[in-house]
């Protein structure tokens, strides 16, 4: 009878929510008040909300109670590439491209179907890539302040890629890895999957909090750190040449494994040289040519010492063997040829004139980023809800991403991720324009 009662209670209230009888936004009775209201035992009311939690209805929230969901707001949206509306304007996934990209490709083909080593991409290539292949790859590396040889290098497909076969090849279940509270979602769903312990640790406008991680490696047995130090995602901020060797040396105070991540990396031009550089003996780099050269390029790479070369490379053949010899080959072309630094530098372009088109158009706002990245965080007030503002946003059409993805932490901040990158530049002030105006009609 109790299990009836309490499959009554979850319907009844998912009903009402579906229904819009109970609005996106609305706080619910806390869980002893349910249980009052209902007649059921304490512990049942708490299984009462986490089903529903379960089925994407309410969101609890530490200290502050349940509220319902906004269902016309996917969770997370954008973070796990959930497909817009046709016609809606993109801000929840970067896709930076400039234009003549797709002449780049056509060219490309052109002379490799005119080359003499087109037999060969049909072929299987060693696992991490052939020896001059990998070779290119640390030459652009120099490009980053990373000098390493061909022999360090893994050529992956795409950095994702490159940071699973780096976690499978040099971590295992239950190895607990500190992170940042806000961090790259691709990296969370690959810690679910692993089933790594993801220690948060908060992180401000000068990066990760670093007397708080000296705290957590003297209280836990953290094996590793996953850090994006320059142009973190989705903050923006770049670690300063003091906190990345305070960072080393607490590496090595604590035999931690580091795994730092640099998609974006190229974008501050400016930046110190990278954690890889000072302690190339337990990083672990990982990049690609998704953001600087285009997302549908599965081209990425990992640097890395010898002694963890190895076991990476052993993930590369139980994942995928070898990335694909056409891709590699345009790839390392457009290194070889400059076409690779070339869009480079016109996307730092591009992205400091889009956050220029921000500035302006979001005016007022506490806006969080770096002056020439491609994407930017935005706070909510404390009376506001980011399911409700994403979801109002969808509805006109703006697609944006929240914070449920980004957060690894149990509270999760009520903020927003503009992504600047997908759309057309001309297009942007009127998308950032329905931004600012559902941000302040939702706070009056």
Known sequence: MGQVRYKQVVDALATDIRAGRLRPGTRLPTHRALAQRHGLALATASRVYAELEAIGLVVGETGRGT????????????????????????????????????????????????????????????????????AIVAR????????????????????????????????????VVAVDALTYPGFRVLAERMRLDLAPVPVGPGGTDLDALQRLCQARPVRAIYT???????????????????????????DLLVLEDAPYAYL???????????????????????????????????????????????????????????????????????????????????????QAIASEALAGLPLVRHPHSYFAWLPLGDDQRADRVAGALAQRGVAVSTAEGFATT????????????????????RALAAVKAVVESDSS
Request: proline residues 8%; aromatic residues 4%.
């Open 67 to 134: 509220f319902v969901r906004d269902a016309s707001c996917p969770r997370g949206l954008g973070a796990d590439l959930a497909t817009p509306a046709p016609g809606s304007a993109d801000l929840s996934f970067n896709s930076p491209g400039v234009p003549g990209q797709a002449d780049l490709l056509r060219d490309a083909l052109r002379r490799l179907a005119a080359s003499g080593d087109l037999e060969s991409l049909l072929h299987y290539h060693p696992y991490g890539g052939r020896p001059h292949e990998r």
């Open 140 to 175: 652009h590396l120099a490009t980053r302040q990373l000098w390493v040889t061909g022999e360090q290098v893994l050529i992956v497909n795409g950095a994702q890629h490159g940071m699973a076969v780096a976690a499978l090849g040099l971590l295992s279940p239950g190895d």
């Open 228 to 254: 994006m130090p320059t142009l973190h995602n989705p903050l923006g901020c770049v670690m300063d040449a003091g906190a990345r060797k305070r960072l080393v040396a607490l590496a090595r105070a604590h």
């Open 268 to 354: 501050a031009a400016d930046a110190p040289p990278p954690v890889a550089a000072l302690a190339p003996e337990r990083t672990v780099y990982l990049s690609s040519l998704s953001k600087n050269v285009a997302t549908g390029l599965r081209f990425g790479f990992v640097a890395a010492a010898p002694a963890l070369i190895a076991p990476i490379e052993r993930a590369v053949r139980a994942t995928s063997w070898n990335t694909a010899g056409v891709i590699t080959a345009i790839a390392c072309g457009w290194i070889e040829d400059g076409t690779v630094a070339r869009l480079e530098a016109e996307k730092r372009t591009d992205a400091a004139r889009r």
């Open 410 to 429: 149990a509270h999760v901040p009520h903020a927003l991720r503009l992504a600047l990158g997908s759309i057309p530049c001309e297009d942007l002030p």
